[in-house]
């Protein structure tokens, strides 16, 4: 279903006033960005004057936001496999849920997982069955429901009706603080929902690397309206550790930029087989120029603990 209806009235936009890291109040306009999986509106970010943060800015007011995730093509929520591309994807992601829990359990053997924007709940349902005690977040019904009913695990809509404070041993955002609107309060809730030396895991795109610089405006993830903030390492690390967690490693993540390069390529023109192959390509050459130099890979992921009271 490909809905365009909601051309007809456009949806509420609100405008950044500040900051969202640093609070200072002059933004400057960046790239121009189209939004290429739902609605095929342009999009404004801006980049802080005084830290850098880029934003997505002009955005949809809360309660227009659901519209742009509306759609088939948004496999994050959803499970259809058409494409190669669709059923490559689901390889990655079987890979990795098996290095995300090796990652968990490194640190953190057994416990209680919260897993915000846990979509339909492959991750926590592979938990589950590692006997962790979990728990989701996600705001998407479709998704919420297929999680619950899929892997029997409690999934609540947002992160204010998480039951209990203080008890969560890891605490997990894989590729879903760029959607949220709040970095801060949901920063602050966080943190009051962590145990103890909680191990907090945040993964986002990175704008610092090699494809988001040779994509610009296409680089699939900016992913507008969707994407609000557009992180680099400076950006994560100054947000996360300003409330209460220090940082115990960074890591690279190989599997993102062969895929977003292949996005980003259809989203330049190519048919889907071209764009499989150059994305598999450039991807490869995105990894090679984090292997041996200083730049993230296309994602990065933090791992940050509860510090100490
Ligand atoms: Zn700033």
Redesign the pocket.
Known sequence: MNDRSFHVEPPGLESLVQ?P??E?EHLRPSLEVEDHTVSHERFQLVD?A??G?RSTSPRPAAQALGRYYESDDYISHSNSSRSLGDRLYKLARRWALNRKHALVAQHRPHGRVLDVGCGTGEFLGHLKRKGYLVTGVEPALKAREQAIAHHAIPVVPSLDLVPGLEQFHVVTLWHVLEHLPDLRGTLKRLYALSADQALLLIAVPDRDSWDAAYYGPDWAAYDVPRHLSHFRRSDMLRLVSSHGFELVAMRRMWLDAPYIAMLSERYRGHGPVMALLRGVLLGAWSNLKSAFTERPTSSSLYLFRKSAR
């Open positions: 900051c890291l640093c200072a802080c005084s830290c943060f």
